[in-house]
């Protein structure tokens, strides 16, 4: 007895429709800060710097944790914005973070990227 073609086709159905249900993405703004750092009374602007980090998280088999990339993406991101700029601190700070949820048979992952920008300066001695 031969399966109907479309009843072969209904378990990856229902799989495509779970991935779409489930698989979410979040921005969150983080805290805006006047500066990284506390500020010397004189500093020198030296320009715009941005720069974003990523982190990863996911379970196998539901229970086994498996991660990689900088525990703290949003510091690593403000610190690669100050080393790119070759500056000592950020004044007028912003940053985003976004969490991306993908669920994956046998596997929970979630993505996390930080993106932090602001002027960069250099204190004068």
Same mark, same amino acid.
């Given at each position: %007895?031969q399966?109907h073609p479309?009843r072969r086709?209904?378990?990856?159905?229902?799989f495509c429709?779970?991935?779409?249900l489930f698989?979410g993405?979040?921005?969150?703004p %983080?805290?805006?800060?006047?500066?990284?750092?506390?500020?010397?009374e004189?500093y020198?602007v030296?320009?715009?710097a941005?720069?974003?980090?990523?982190?990863?998280? %996911?379970?196998?088999l539901?229970f086994?944790?498996?991660?990689? =990339?900088?525990p703290?993406?949003? =510091?690593?991101?403000?610190?690669?914005?100050?080393?790119?700029?070759g500056a000592?601190?950020?004044?007028?700070v912003? =940053?985003?973070?976004?969490?991306?949820f993908?669920?994956i048979p046998?596997?929970? %992952?979630?993505?996390f990227?930080?993106e932090?920008e602001?002027?960069a300066?250099q204190?004068?001695e």
């Amino acid at each position: %007895m031969q399966t109907h073609p479309s009843r072969r086709r209904l378990p990856l159905a229902a799989f495509c429709a779970s991935l779409l249900l489930f698989t979410g993405c979040i921005v969150q703004p %983080m805290t805006i800060k006047p500066s990284s750092k506390p500020l010397p009374e004189s500093y020198s602007v030296v320009g715009h710097a941005k720069a974003s980090s990523w982190s990863f998280f %996911m379970f196998f088999l539901g229970f086994i944790p498996i991660g990689w =990339g900088p525990p703290d993406p949003a =510091g690593e991101a403000r610190d690669l914005a100050i080393a790119n700029a070759g500056a000592d601190a950020l004044v007028d700070v912003t =940053g985003d973070v976004r969490t991306w949820f993908i669920p994956i048979p046998l596997f929970s %992952m979630t993505l996390f990227q930080s993106e932090v920008e602001g002027e960069a300066v250099q204190f004068n001695e």
